[in-house]
């Protein structure tokens, strides 16, 4: 059985998607895409708050004007036309590359999606399974508590995923209620380190996420995407990872999720040595039964294929035997989530 462990589904960016208007959403786009200088952009970014005129485009694109100018940033691939990657999209993907289930994740780019995807889990429960997400930097409020436990408890959701970026100090004493609740309701967390502007910054991050799941032994964590932080060696910021990470990755209740191939795209080319390098390096260090294989569809279309995306594993990963390719790529998933 192959499993993907990374991948979204989403209704038009457009919409409201579980914010409080279609404004407030569109606002969220906006902050991000003043982040998003590692991606295919054209024209200056905007500023969070800058009037600029920021629209939710066609073809992957998001567009806006700033100095007098036509600006966009291609956020998804051109297959993306309108915006949205509704389910039946991903479930055709699938069938089309052999991709027996998958696991949905959100991303508040995308929108507040918990009912969404549990609805998507509840059609086709063979085939896709999802995880939660809140507003991480408000994590201990109560509303927030009251709403992972309803996705725990009354949705089905198999486990929390959350962005360090939306809660830096991961690692403050406030957030006792969050961790609390998460061992009590016992699921997996899924963390995305996220993009930093400095290599000291994103250190000091992994540092404190160290210090915090040291604290909790018996809390299942995969560190997301690679760790995140994926550079050009030429880069004066680059951390070499999984290298200058291996304590994190290292800790006996933490998985590592590979594939995300997306990350290369403006300085590497199929089959991607340096993603086989970091694969290999981490191999090494926690061995083929604590690696995950995610694809972060439809993103991952910006870069390569998702038939790619598994060959990179199947077939250009040749330090891994044929029954630790099989873990990878779904067995430790399924043992992991309960699937």
């Not at 309108?82 to 991303?107: C, I, S, T």
């Not at 991480?136 to 198999?158: D, F, V």
């Not at 404190?208 to 299942?220: A, G, H, N, R, Y």
């Not at 880069?235 to 290292?250: F, G, H, R, S």
Request: glycine letters at 4%; aromatic letters at 10%; proline letters at 7%.
């Amino acid at each position: 059985m192959i499993i993907d462990i990374h991948a979204h589904v989403f209704p038009p960016l457009s919409e409201a998607s579980g914010y409080d208007s279609p404004e407030e959403h569109l606002k969220y786009i906006q902050k991000l895409v003043s982040t998003c200088t590692h991606m295919i952009y054209e024209g200056p970014l905007p500023e969070p708050d800058e009037n600029v005129q920021l629209k939710v485009g066609k073809y992957g694109k998001i567009e806006w004007i700033k100095d007098g100018k036509k600006c966009f940033l291609r956020y998804l691939p051109p297959t993306v036309v309108d915006m949205a990657w509704p389910p039946e999209h991903m479930l055709a993907h699938m069938d089309w590359v052999g991709v027996d289930k998958a696991v949905l994740y959100q991303n508040h780019f995308y929108g507040r999606l918990n009912d969404y995807l549990a609805d998507c889990v509840k059609k086709w429960p063979n085939r896709f399974s999802a995880v939660a997400q809140i507003d991480e930097s408000r994590a201990s409020e109560e509303p927030q508590l009251k709403e992972l436990k309803r996705c725990i408890m009354t949705l089905g959701l198999k486990g929390l995923f959350f962005e360090v970026s939306q809660c830096p100090n991961i690692d403050k004493e406030d957030l006792s209620p969050f961790w609390d609740e998460l061992m009590h309701l016992k699921v997996p967390l899924i963390l995305e380190l996220g993009r930093t502007p400095t290599a000291e910054q994103y250190l000091a991050r992994v540092s404190k996420t160290i210090k915090v799941l040291k604290k909790f032994p018996d809390l299942k964590v995969i560190i997301s995407t690679m760790g995140s932080n994926i550079r050009d060696p030429k880069d004066p910021e680059y951390v070499d990872i999984p290298k200058k990470i291996l304590n994190l990755i290292k800790l006996p209740n933490v998985w590592y999720e590979i594939g995300y191939l997306l990350a290369f795209d403006k300085f590497d080319e199929y089959p991607y040595p340096l993603a086989q390098k970091m694969t290999k390096e981490a191999y090494k260090a926690v061995g083929a039964d604590k690696l995950v294989w995610g694809s972060d569809m439809p993103m991952l279309m910006r870069t390569c294929t998702y038939r790619q995306a598994i060959d990179f594993v199947r077939k250009h990963c040749n330090f891994l035997s044929e029954a630790e390719k099989d873990l990878v790529l779904g067995k430790n998933a399924s043992k992991l989530l309960g699937l």
